[in-house]
């Protein structure tokens, strides 16, 4: 089906987060299993619990706007999720693995941030003054993993460095 409209365009964009959303539901609990960094292993499982609640605010957004989503399966966090995949399985657990499990963390944050900052100002666009509240709450916690994230890697390749040094 061709979009032909802004409220068309919000309704899959909607679909297309939500669906990564769920993805990444089923993709942080591998992440942080693998994981050898208590801290990082703590910051995949905090957010999975963010990301839980994010998936109910979208549900709020369908029940307030009464639409429905569509059917449709993120291809850009199906691709994010098998990067981390292929991360946990090529490179070995310790801190190297942590660097590059924090960069596809990242990666995702990213791709979340513009997704929800999209979506905000659609919403606001089409008048949707019930759903832009949501949409940039879930914003605002995106912006604060991928800063969590980019703390965590700095601390962790600065206690690499001391050992490494010792």
């Known amino acids: ?74 291809a850009a966090m199906e691709g994010l999720v098998e990067e981390g995949k292929e991360v946990i399985d090529t ?6 693995r942590d660097a590059a499990l924090i960069g596809g963390g990242n990666k995702v944050e990213h791709y979340e941030i513009a997704s929800y900052g999209t979506l905000a100002a659609m919403a606001k ?14 914003l605002a916690e995106e912006k604060a993993a991928d800063e969590k994230l980019t703390m965590l890697s700095e601390r962790l390749s600065t206690q690499a460095k001391a050992e490494k040094a010792a």
């Open 1 to 74: 089906m061709t979009i032909k409209t802004i409220e068309e365009l919000f309704i899959h964009e909607l679909s297309d987060i939500y669906s990564a959303e769920k993805q990444l539901t089923k993709s942080l609990p591998r992440m942080a299993r693998a994981s050898t960094a208590p801290e990082l292993k703590e910051a995949f499982t905090s957010h999975l619990e963010e990301t839980q609640g994010q998936v109910e605010r979208i549900d709020q957004i369908v029940e307030l706007l009464d639409i429905r989503l569509k059917r449709i399966k993120c």
């Open 91 to 96: 490179v070995e657990a310790g801190p190297l």
């Open 125 to 138: 666009q089409l008048g949707y003054k019930d759903a832009v509240p949501l949409l940039l709450e879930t």
